[in-house]
């Protein structure tokens, strides 16, 4: 007797959850966000474009009819507290796929959890070759960066000699390792490098050896507070007036950061600016100022990459019909989506996509010259 | 030793001076581990971005500076600190406490974003020979200057003479009439206000963020470790020793080289020499 | 015995009961903050019993987890991985005792200065595995392993977290019911007077450190499994500040407390933190708080409204002793000898060519002026001042600048001037650890029969009537009169039957009767133990009635030299003493 009544209450309790499912809940995707941290500034603006991109989408049907609900995690913790947050999304909140916008160590932690059964969009720009099953990579690369835009600022500013400087991890050395071969190609020469512990707040030993080897140029691979820090102390010393900077991580918070008075002089190259002169672009941070306010958060890179990432997410689980990992990896190569950047097209893996060069000079981005569709040399060719 | 190494030492000695006299009073004399002093050095150096956001004019960031750290050391002694004489344990936790709040409550206020401050005096001047910015050489004589004048009064005051009977016997010098709790309270807020001027001297040549404090905290006491605590000429060696270390191994080798040199020299401090080179004991 | 299973059990209910009531996500989660919870109780032994602030304890634990990592990723062979984990305990245990031994040899205090030590370690360790990307994998981190016999994260690794925090609850709770956790109270308490007793605190300390480290070990290797990546952030000061503040609020002088501070507040702030913007404002409050007004933190509250809620009678049982295995000590029979000591601090000469030699038994009494340079004689037998020119001998031996805690193993005792006993302890636990002294084994402190040691010395001494000790065995010696604890500390000196006894004022403080019967069980002492006692006074009537001969010290040299009568009769001796030319 009791174990009948159990089943039947398990029955009835599984037919409502059915009911309930097809006809009243969203599509929860979970995006996992860096709301602490070193890269804590960025949540802010990061949300902001992961609620637009929603809004969008489900202004335009949602995800295959079916409108979609996000679900905000803080991943700016380290990696252990960082799967627990994408865990409680998935097991507990039943999150059906992933936008993540944080760091590759959270990343690694993350491919380690999901193993492949939950699509999952890694957007932020990065160091290039992560691949996995249901992973999509809409981040900037060092070779769509660099390759088109260190040949042209080479030969725009005649700076043949060049100072590669960063933080003391992968990202930056697996960007230089590229530079080097980008600079040597163009005919310039590589008069130092050198790599620096994250603890470290001041650079002047490191500015006297930029000082010393007679740099034109000087590529900044530093992130974060050191980043600040160390254009601050750049342009103290009047090294500007010796070399141009190109930073490929030096966005509008850092450039605010670093102040009008000294950024003469730094270019920074990226995926994307909120200054872009397209109609795409404007009319994205025009929807996002009266969305979210003109006091909102600064539109980034690093924030308006959740944008791009639900909007390839989108154009993939349009194509394959669903969220199911076998059949998204089946047809996403050559996926197309339109965001503020311009037009991406997904291909191995990665997003081919326009790079835009901007100078900082007077303390907001300009861009002075875009390169349509750059493909990364660094994704996943199988 | 080209000139632009002895300057670069010399201005790294400065601001470590700078910010250690503050921790170097609290710590010797008062016997507080402050693990709160790099967040007071932060909430000097946001002053000037206190001081543009309620519209005042930037020749009023000093006051702003010193009513800003003024009032929150006050709140902290007064709640607090006085609870800690004595405890050196107690005292490391509770203010490390302490840093996670004014971290917090700064980042509530201000958010996570970087701030600038605009240098008063841009540009470089020709100084032995090379070019250097001319901030920082004003800078570096005024910190000696204060460090001089700071010696000269201490030695021969009779406010010193309190502090140095307060640190030795506080029974004694309570009984003698020095009002020993207002003095605390005195040389914590000096501390703290050297500390938050510090801070606001940095402010135009660094990054500032909530989280910048850390690490002026870690140079600080050990530089107190190592030079000594209880004189002003201990902790300008330990500052010289810590500050000129760090430079030196930076410029020969790298920048981790120099971390990790000043962390082994002091964990070596810390076991051989606890009291330091310059112990006043 | 019975307390230990009884909670044991208890806790084992409520962990297991766990993975019934919440998802298997949430118990996931629970066993993060529970193995973090084993490195905290670590800390929690080494803070609240030890007194030692650990403020770096994330380099054992992320070290440990790096080195899982590196096994699991390299070796497949199940047996073979065991083996190995149980290395990495064993290699951090032994780290951890030769480097805290080392750094805390010849010094008698485990101040703030060690704790800056372990933080610039693992600031060091920190950016050692940040940066050495061969080995550690880097900012990235360490992954691609498989867990231990290849057991479920979600599922079966659980149990293993139970059953390591049983272990490490049974092991610390036992830590209490042994000697060996009364010795580490014991050196909380009064280090110097431990040290006397013959115990070498820095191997101690060195022996507790690494309890710390191996429980953090352990906690580091469970954590590789449970998370499947490690990255450098698991050997960071930001771990270990978190790790020392769930302890602080769970509360440290309770084995469970910190287990408590690491679920409740470590998983409650990764809840909440998303949620509640002020979370972490109010957690800096709440550490403050506790760290002010609450040091026991939550697990003294709930002691607290325990005992509140269970009146529980405490039974004075009847102590049933045996007799203790002989002592260890050195036992000779000659004379000490003082050959040309000079004493300096700084400028000034503390003993300025002390020459003489003692009998090899009897009661020898010095007396001298204040500042004459008696205490600091004793010192400089016992080792806690260093003689710089000259030498004591005994036997033909130098026993002069040795640590303090070698006196004892040669036999030497020692009361000091100012009563030092353990305040915090209980007379019996006091008298408890001179019964170890010079005698126990390591084996006999891990034995609850070791409490029940007794010497004849201490059985005759404590026999004399009027001692007012023998009744007041379950009283804490902090709220024992001074002239008591100068009984107290008698006792325990001559417990272990030290062949050379010196005494600093045994009388001071007592009343007539308490000094008669002071002297008394001294004489008694000598007669018995036939050896040497070497005693400083002040009062005459005393050294009259007690003394086999007289030594006069003043300003740093022996003035006189003879019986009590000869001394008396003594002309320089009397200048001296009535105030005549210096």
């Known amino acids: 007797m009791k174990t009948r009544l159990i089943k039947l209450a398990a029955a009835v309790a599984l037919a409502t959850s059915a009911l309930t499912g097809s006809v009243y809940a969203d599509i929860k995707i979970g995006v996992l966000v860096p709301d602490s941290g070193p890269s804590g500034l960025f949540g802010p603006s990061t949300r902001n474009s992961a609620t637009l991109a929603a809004k969008e989408i489900n202004a335009a049907g949602g995800i295959n009819g079916e409108q979609i609900e996000l679900v905000f995690a803080d991943v700016g913790v380290p990696p252990a507290e960082a799967t627990q947050a994408a865990l409680r999304l998935w097991k507990g909140q039943g999150v059906k796929a992933f936008i993540g916008m944080h760091d590759s160590a959270v990343r690694q932690a993350l491919l380690g959890l999901f193993k492949g059964q939950v699509p999952y969009v890694y957007t932020p720009v990065y160091e290039g070759n992560a691949c996995g099953k249901g992973l999509y990579v809409t981040g900037e690369t060092p070779s769509q960066q660099l390759a088109p835009v260190i040949p042209y600022l080479m030969a725009e500013k005649d700076a043949k000699k060049w100072y590669l400087i960063g933080h003391d991890y992968n990202w930056p050395r697996d960007t230089n390792k590229l530079a080097k071969q980008y600079i040597a190609d163009a005919g310039g020469e590589v008069v130092g490098e050198e790599y620096l512990p994250f603890s470290v707040s001041e650079f002047d030993s490191s500015l006297q050896k930029i000082k010393a080897s007679g740099a034109e140029g000087v590529l900044i691979t530093l992130v974060g507070g050191g980043s600040v820090g160390f254009n601050v102390a750049f342009a103290g010393f009047g090294l500007d007036k010796q070399a141009i900077r190109l930073g490929t991580l030096i966005e509008e918070n850092t450039l605010a950061g670093i102040g009008a008075a000294n950024a003469n002089g730094l270019y920074s190259s990226s995926g994307y600016f909120a200054a872009i002169d397209s109609p795409v672009a404007k009319s994205f941070s025009s929807s996002y100022a009266s969305e979210f306010g003109t006091d909102a958060p600064v539109l980034n890179t690093l924030g308006q990459s959740a944008y791009d990432g639900l909007k390839l997410l989108a154009a993939i689980a349009a194509k394959a019909n669903g969220l199911a990992v076998s059949a998204m990896d089946m047809v996403a190569e050559g996926t197309t989506f339109e965001s503020p950047r311009g037009k991406g097209v997904l291909k191995d893996g990665h997003v081919a996509q326009n790079i835009y060069l901007a100078d900082g000079t007077g303390g907001m981005f300009k861009v002075v010259y875009s390169f349509a569709n750059v493909p990364t040399s660094e994704g996943c060719a199988n | ?281 | 015995m019975a307390f230990i299973v009884l909670v044991n059990a208890a806790l084992l209910a409520v962990l297991l009961a766990i993975p019934f009531l919440f998802d298997s996500y949430i118990v996931y989660q629970i066993g993060l903050y529970l193995i973090y919870g084993i490195a905290a109780q670590g800390i929690g032994y080494l803070w609240g019993r030890i007194g030692i602030l650990p403020l770096g304890q994330a380099m054992f634990f992320g070290l440990s987890a790096y080195a899982t990592a590196r096994i699991l990723l390299h070796f497949d062979s199940l047996s073979l991985q065991l083996i190995l984990l149980a290395g990495v305990m064993l290699v951090a245990g032994l780290t951890a005792f030769l480097f805290a031994s080392v750094v805390f040899k010849g010094r008698s205090d485990s101040g703030p200065f060690f704790s800056l030590i372990t933080l610039a370690l693992v600031i060091i360790s920190e950016q050692v595995a940040g940066t050495a990307t061969a080995i550690t994998g880097g900012f990235n981190g360490l992954s691609g392993y498989n867990t231990l016999a290849g057991i479920d994260q979600f599922g079966g690794l659980y149990l293993m977290i139970v059953g390591a925090v049983i272990f490490s609850t049974v092991v610390l709770m036992s830590f209490d019911r042994v000697p060996f956790g009364l010795v580490g109270r014991a050196m909380a308490d009064n280090e110097q007077r431990l040290q006397l007793l013959g115990f070498p605190t820095h191997i101690i300390k060195g022996a507790a450190f690494a309890v710390s480290a191996v429980f953090a070990a352990l906690a580091g290797i469970l954590f590789a499994n449970h998370q499947g990546i490690v990255t450098p952030t698991s050997t960071g000061f930001l771990l270990s500040a978190n790790l020392v503040i769930w302890t602080a609020v769970g509360g440290r002088y309770h084995v469970l407390g910190p287990l408590l501070g690491a679920v409740l507040i470590g998983y409650l702030s990764s809840e909440l933190r998303d949620s509640f913007q002020y979370w972490e404002v109010l957690l800096a409050i709440l550490f403050i708080v506790v760290v002010l007004k609450a040091p026991g933190g939550l697990g003294e509250l709930v002691d607290k409204s325990v005992s509140r809620l269970l009146v529980t009678k405490k039974a004075t049982a009847k102590r049933v002793f045996h007799d203790a295995p002989p002592g260890r000590i050195g036992n000779w029979q000659s004379a000490v000898q003082f050959n040309d000591v000079h004493v300096k601090i700084g400028p000034v000469k503390i003993l300025n060519g002390v020459q003489f030699t003692t009998f090899p038994k009897g009661i020898l009494c010095i007396i001298g002026p204040n500042g004459a340079g008696k205490t600091s004689l004793f010192n400089a037998i016992t080792g806690g001042l260093r003689v710089s020119r000259g030498e004591i001998n005994v036997d033909g031996k130098s026993i002069s600048n040795r640590s303090p805690h070698q006196a004892l193993r040669s036999g030497i005792g020692r009361k000091l001037q100012v009563p030092s006993v353990f305040h915090s302890l209980r007379v019996w636990e006091n008298l408890c650890l001179s019964m170890l002294a010079g005698r126990g084994r390591i084996p006999d402190y891990f034995k609850p029969s070791s409490f029940h040691w007794q010497s004849r010395a201490l059985q005759q001494f404590l026999s004399v009537p009027h001692i007012p000790l023998a009744d007041r065995s379950d009283e804490l010696v902090s709220s024992l009169a001074q002239g008591h604890r100068q009984f107290l500390e008698f006792a325990m000196t001559i417990a272990a039957e030290p062949r050379i006894l010196l005494l600093d004022e045994p009388c001071a403080g007592l009343s007539t009767d308490e000094t008669q019967l002071m002297t008394r069980v001294i004489k008694q002492y000598q007669t018995a133990n036939d050896g040497l006692i070497v005693l400083i006074e002040h009062d005459m009537s005393i050294v009259k009635s007690i003394a086999d001969q007289v030594l006069v010290l003043h300003q740093g040299k022996v003035l006189a030299n003879g019986t009590y009568d000869e001394i008396k009769s003594n002309d320089s001796v009397r200048d001296v003493y009535a105030g005549g030319t210096k």
């Open chain 2, 1 to 281: 030793m080209s000139s632009v190494l002895i300057l670069n030492i010399l201005w790294q000695i400065s601001i470590l001076a700078m910010v250690t006299i503050g921790l170097g009073i609290v710590f010797g004399q008062l016997k507080i581990m402050n693990m709160a002093h790099g967040e007071l050095v932060m909430i000097g150096a946001y002053a000037p971005v206190i001081t543009a956001s309620l519209g005042l004019p930037a020749v009023l960031q000093v006051p702003v500076c010193i009513i800003t750290v003024g009032i929150v050391a006050l709140i902290l002694e007064r709640t607090i600190i006085r609870h800690l004489y004595g405890r050196p344990f107690d005292s490391l936790l509770a203010t490390w406490g302490v840093s996670i709040l004014l971290r917090e409550i700064v980042e509530l206020l201000f958010g996570r974003g970087y701030q600038s401050v605009s240098s008063p005096l841009p540009g470089t001047m020709s100084v032995l020979g090379t070019d250097y910015p001319a901030y920082r050489i004003v800078v570096i004589i005024g910190v000696f200057a204060f460090f001089a004048i700071l010696i000269a009064w201490y030695r021969r005051s009779a406010i010193g003479t309190e502090i140095k009977a307060m640190v030795e016997n506080c029974e004694l010098a309570h009984a003698c009439g020095i009002n020993t709790s207002r003095l605390s309270s005195l040389c914590f807020v000096f501390g703290a206000l050297t500390a938050g001027i510090a801070g606001m001297v940095l402010a135009p040549t660094i990054r500032i963020e909530p989280m910048m404090g850390l690490d002026y905290l870690i140079r600080s006491f050990f530089s107190l470790v190592v030079g000594g605590l209880g004189s002003v000429e201990g902790l300008m060696l330990g500052v010289g020793i810590i500050g000129g270390l760090q430079s030196a191994l930076g410029a020969a080798f790298d920048q981790t080289y120099g971390y990790l040199g000043i962390l082994l020299l002091s964990i070596f401090f810390l076991w051989l020499r606890p009291n330091g080179i310059y112990s006043s004991r």
